[in-house]
């Protein structure tokens, strides 16, 4: 079923009659019974036609197929290619809409995508592009925009290759960004083939910067991004693309027409702030440089320390300014989304990139923020997002915001009636004085930082302190709750750290250090730990080692003997799906029977498990609570602590897996590997956990994540799915006790 901000612009093109089709790949697939599929990408011209690139969603493979609708009489022409009637794998039409689902092997424009997926010729095409044997193994679709652009990668992973097919307009450009890339320590191309319009790389190791957004210390990767961006400002290379004031108009234009058939309301509200953004623009000067043309966090590629630019196909001459402003806009979309909660990345990377002598102008790169932004209105859109009319709103209030200098509400010490000494915390003139207090130590500089924000609940400030210990930089994180001074936690981090729990061998996890307390504002402070988010690692293919790591550290949390002050009982795990189940019935009134459904599923469930013996539990234990630092493993926010059964932890654990596999790759099984490597490295250290218990537990916090996917922007697309996967899944388990009830 298509939102109302579909529903409406399909009911405003009359001329596309399969457009509700091309929209809606859940009914395309039922029609056509498909396999469950993903949507890769989004193209719409009112009136013209419509494609979507899609694939399934249970697959890696080259099993994508461009779904395009046209009006009837250029349908009628589109129907007549032979070549589309012939093929071993056709194009299936369905007349009745003016619908044409095209495989990937019958992409008109992407010469080398129809060589690459030739079941005959693909194997030595891609081997002698490669100079590899092994590059017709392993295929795997990483981007795929219909008549635009395949990224696959091939061949095992000791030698790897990245390959690119482009169209005959884009070929060109991107190759000259190849070899500027290669002139910069980028990616070694492999093999160009000018004829189908392809190119190899050498396969990088490392993690996307972004994939890190998750973490609070550790900004060095940050800042390095926006060091090698500045190495880039000051080369000497100069692209033929040139990007100039009159093309950044004629981008603004187009957002601004594109916009119009999308959502008429969303236009008026963007037109003021374009017309100010055209006018700001025309009147910025900048001094020409070589420019990446598309940087982002996932442009940087990060290994042993060291920051790598990648994808250099939009590489051209122009303002260095719009680099920099493309980076900052795609942080605040991540923002929008829910993927962070702070600003310490944007601050990081711009320190780093004024270190390293950027040339980009201030000016220039607020108004390149704001340009940015607008250019990702309708992202959300394309992305299939059932929330991209709000997030719209959202990025256009940004980039009012950013041309009038303002910082967003969340990082400008806000106001908040529930705790008002969070101004006072977030102000360096009055944490100098009390942070020296409370080290008892003088302090030459403090810089707060607010790092998350629950209104009305609790915060975490950042503090970079000048003149602590040997001169160097100290950074400590403060935690401030509403309800009062918070003098339970800091002890529990003593208490687990003298339980071995300090970072060290053998173990080699540990809970940060608690550095003392401030009376006012009321605060408690700990030592911000190295490491990357453990959710920087869970992506299919990645190093499973992580995993385990997470593992084993939970296994020997609960192989402490640390007390805890409060007790968590399965009925309270209970008793917080009922609220959530009930919250999400209220917002969800149609489906108010499935969700009953598996309330009683889970009750049903929870009424089977016998006792269990407890320990100290975590009580919020998932991937963002961990950071990875080579062998150590360093346990984040005891703040929910108590006595309770261990299973609850192993299972919330793998529930937010399936989560995130099912957001992040369409599918809770995505990151099955993940699970199966965390129950290793827990069974390694502490065994006897019973994988029944674990299930169970396991569906009780994913049906949790239903009211949460509805609360957390950014998650509201994965609601119906987690409402069918856990009716589902409790169906099959009261199918599978009528079964055993029934035997002899």
Known sequence: MLPPADEAIVARDSEL?????????????????????????????????CVASLAPAASDGLAAVAVMAYPPARYAEVRARRKWHAAPNPVIFH??????????????????????????????????????????????????????????????????AQVKAYTKVDFPAALEGARIAAQLNGAPILGVSERRRCIAWRWLEGTTLDAGAGEIAALADWRAAGQALAHVHQASLRPQTTLDRSDEAAELAAIASDLVPLAPHLARMAAPVIQQLAERLAQTAFTETLIHGDFSADQILIHDGCATIIDWDRAATGDPARDVGSFLARLDAHKIDGRITTDHFGSAFLAGYTDA??????????????????????????????????????????????????????????????????????????????????????????????VRHKPGRRALIRYRIEGAGNGGALILLGKMRAKGPDLRTPRLHAALRAHGLDGRAPARVGVPAPRGCVATP????????????????????????????????????????????????????????????????????????????IAEGAAQSARSLAPAAVTGIHRDFYHDQVLIDGDTTWLLDFDCYAEGDPAIDVANFLAHLDELGLRRHGSPAALAAYGTAFM????AVRTGMD??????????????????????????????????????????SAEEHDQAAARP
């Open 95 to 160: 007349d009745k809409y003016c619908l044409a689902i095209v495989p990937l092997a019958l992409d008109r424009k992407l010469k080398g995508a129809q060589r690459i997926a030739d079941p005959q010729r693909g194997k030595a095409f891609l081997h002698s592009l490669t100079g590899n044997e092994s590059a017709a193994t392993n295929l795997r679709l990483l981007r795929y925009k219909a008549r635009r652009r395949l990224v696959i990668s091939a061949g095992d992973p000791a030698q790897r």
């Open 17 to 49: 009659p399969g457009l509700r089709l091309a929209l809606d790949p859940q009914a395309l697939g039922a029609m056509q019974t498909l396999p469950p599929m993903r949507s890769l990408h989004l193209r719409y011209k009112p009136g013209t036609n």
């Open 357 to 450: 002598g950027g040339p980009a102008r201030a000016e220039a790169s607020t108004v390149q923020h704001a340009r940015a932004l607008l250019a990702l209105i309708s992202e959300g859109f394309r992305q299939r997002r059932p929330n991209w009319q709000q997030r719209a709103c959202q990025v256009i209030t940004r980039a009012a915001e950013v041309l009038a200098c303002r910082q967003p509400g969340p990082g400008s010490a806000p106001v908040d009636p529930a705790m008002p000494a969070l101004s006072a915390a977030l102000d360096a003139t009055t944490m100098a004085p009390a942070l020296a207090k409370a080290l008892s130590q003088t302090l030459q500089r403090t810089e707060p930082e607010l």
């Open 691 to 732: 994988p029944a218990r674990v299930h169970c537990l396991r569906l009780i916090a994913l049906a949790r994540h239903i009211h949460l996917s509805q609360i957390i922007p950014g998650r509201s697309h994965i609601t119906s799915q987690l409402i069918d996967y856990c009716t589902m899944s409790y169906a099959a």
């Open 522 to 597: 009321a605060l408690w402070l700990q030592e911000a730990v190295p490491g990357r988010s453990l959710d920087a690692f869970l992506f299919p293919g990645a190093n499973q080692r992580p995993a385990a790591q997470a593992g084993a550290a939970l296994a020997h949390l609960h192989a402490t003997a640390v007390a805890a002050r409060r007790q968590w009982s399965l009925d309270d795990e209970m008793q917080v799906l009922e609220r959530a189940l009930e919250h999400a019935g209220r917002c969800l009134p149609q489906r108010t029977a499935e969700l009953a459904a």
């Open 680 to 683: 290793q490295g827990y069974d």
